[in-house]
Structure formats: structure tokens, C-alpha cells
Nanobody
């Protein structure tokens, strides 16, 4: 069982940065692949980024590639999503999730946090 708690969301101007964190409980955190997803109002949840158990492999949605960086610190049971050059269209609720295997498919994630809201203003 893994419990996930996101933090770091907020209101930021376009072009600004935010660093989201996701703290995990559970002794086996380091064995899980992790992902970030987001859901904007009126839209379906979409993949943002994924990272494997060691942090050595990452994948990003094209819309965030080059602007977002996904990392993890297994000693702290925490993953991070550094978001730079934020755009209006990045506004959404952001969720972290844990999966047994590295994947970009939301259906393959077993555990989810409750989300943190990111609002990008002009």
C-alpha cells in the first residue's frame, strides 16, 4: 500500500515556475515507478511525466517536454516536478501516482494522490 500526498501547487504568472512535490508513505516506495498527470476543468486527465524506480528513465508529454523536469529522491520517499516557463494551458489539478512498472498509461497506476491545483495567470 502506498499513500501519496502532493504539495507545491498555487497561483503563478505565465512564464513563472513551480516545483511540485509528492510525498509517499510505505517501505516499498523505491520499487515503484511514479507518474504525474493533470486534469483541467472540463477536460480528461492527461499524462504529464513518468519516472522509473531509480530515476534513470523518464518520459514526458510533448506539451511539457523541455519545460518540466521529473525527479525522485528515494531516501526521502518523494518525487518532484519542476515546472518552468509555465503557460496558461498548464492550469490544472496535478496528481501523482505510483505503478509497479514504468508506464505512461493512467490505467496502469495503482495508487493516486488527491492532487494539487496549479493556476497560471496572464
Amino acid at each position: 500500500q502506498v499513500q501519496l500526498v502532493e504539495s507545491g501547487g498555487g497561483l503563478v504568472q505565465a512564464g513563472g515556475s513551480l516545483n511540485l512535490s509528492c510525498a509517499a508513505s510505505g517501505r516499498t516506495f523505491s520499487s515503484y515507478a511514479m507518474g504525474w498527470f493533470r486534469q483541467a476543468p472540463g477536460k480528461e486527465r492527461e499524462f504529464v511525466a513518468a519516472i522509473n524506480w531509480s530515476g534513470g528513465v523518464t518520459s514526458y508529454a510533448n506539451s511539457v517536454k523541455g519545460r518540466f523536469t521529473f525527479s525522485r529522491d528515494n531516501a526521502k520517499n518523494t518525487v518532484y516536478l519542476q515546472m518552468n516557463s509555465l503557460k496558461l494551458e498548464d492550469t490544472a489539478d496535478y496528481y501523482c501516482a505510483a505503478a509497479e512498472r514504468f508506464t505512461t498509461y493512467s490505467s496502469r497506476y495503482d495508487y493516486w494522490g488527491k492532487g494539487t491545483q496549479v493556476t497560471v495567470s496572464s
